[in-house]
């Protein structure tokens, strides 16, 4: 079976958010995606963000750890240029420990101003920062006293303890979605993590480049899928549940992340985005039935190794509904993709 991971939702929008609930929300579909058959769960980061971003991914993913026995943990993204790698390579380590190799590290190089004028970091060095982050996390891990020659932190004579409880390290995914993003993640990257944003065609397109460049640096290809759900009982349902959902993807929209493609040639804002035109090729969305057929589509053009599905947005559902849908998915889809 296909294995999937889980990506919650880690803002609370409402006018007196309760950030101890939400993270006591998020512990709970760990624990229950964990029973019910889920491989990972993962965490994303943004800071200075109005919504409460909780924007500590390592820290969470320690906490879902130490909840669970078996799943795995891991980020999803966190943004490589904003850490120093010793520190990194630190904190990853004692996680994977702690889980006995249940951590997994997928990177970014972040796009949003706000998060890099948090710590001072140029956004101009953004992808280069990501590439040493890399480098420096792979040696670091074996163990050896190493120096680096870094354009932004002095590594001189450094040791790492602990290692990692998996030989040479959690595996590093890589997000890319732009060319020279998807040549990094074929080039040094033990995966490829694709956005939830585009459709079908353009997901399949950017994962040849992938596929190519791992190919021509003999790596292994590994493609994580990502998409957001929404899955109920009827179409109608699944309409009404979605209103968190569109609202994240007309922010996407109104922001420039879609490729336009043919179902959005006739979009002239994002008050045209209906739940019909983005379930085509873009949400996995409707009955379970409906799910899987969709989910089979994607798996026949992407042949993906991994993957990840979002089920709740700032906004809703509610918890109750939340769990419910984690557990519709696992029984009612999971086994038969």
């Known amino acids: 079976m296909l294995p999937f991971g889980y990506f919650p939702c880690t803002q609370d929008v409402s006018p007196e958010p309760n950030i101890a609930r939400l993270i006591d929300e998020i512990i709970e579909q ?25 924007p500590s991914p390592i820290l969470l993913a320690s906490m879902v750890g130490a909840r669970t026995t078996r799943i795995n943990v891991g980020t999803s993204v966190l943004l490589a240029p904003l850490y120093h790698p010793i520190r990194l390579a630190e904190e990853i380590s004692v996680i ?42 792979r040696e670091a891990w074996t163990g050896r006293v190493f120096s680096y020659d870094s354009k932004y932190h002095k590594i001189d004579n450094i040791r790492v303890t602990p290692t990692p409880y998996k030989k040479l390290g959690p595996p590093i995914w890589l997000a890319g979605w732009a060319p020279s993003g998807l040549k990094r993640a074929g080039r040094i990257g033990d995966g490829w993590l694709a956005d939830p944003m585009q459709s079908l065609d353009v997901i399949s397109g950017y994962a040849s480049q992938y596929r190519a460049e791992a190919t021509k640096f003999g790596r292994k290809p590994y493609v994580v899928l990502m998409r957001d759900c929404v ?19 007309r922010f996407y929209f109104e922001n420039g992340a879609y490729n336009i493609d043919n179902y959005l040639n006739n979009i002239k804002n994002s008050d045209d985005l209906t739940f019909d035109v983005l379930a085509k090729e873009r949400f996995i969305a409707g009955s379970p039935e409906q799910c899987i057929d969709q989910l089979k589509m ?19 559902p509610p918890q109750a509904e939340a769990l419910k849908d984690i557990r519709r998915f696992a029984e009612k889809i999971m086994p038969k993709v």
């Open 30 to 54: 760990s624990v229950l995606c964990e029973e019910v058959g889920f491989d990972g769960f993962f965490f994303t980061e943004h800071h200075q963000q109005e919504d409460s971003y909780l």
């Open 96 to 137: 994977d420990q702690a889980t006995k190799g249940r951590m997994i590290a997928a990177l970014g190089i972040g796009y949003l101003p706000e998060d890099f004028s948090a710590f001072g970091v140029p956004l101009s060095q953004r992808s280069r920062r990501t590439e040493e982050c890399v480098e420096i996390l």
């Open 231 to 249: 899955v109920g009982d009827t179409w109608n349902e699944c309409i009404i549940k979605s209103e968190p959902t569109m609202t994240m993807h």
């Open 298 to 316: 994607w798996y026949e053009v992407i042949k993906p190794d991994y993957l990840m599905v979002r089920m709740r947005q700032p906004g809703g």
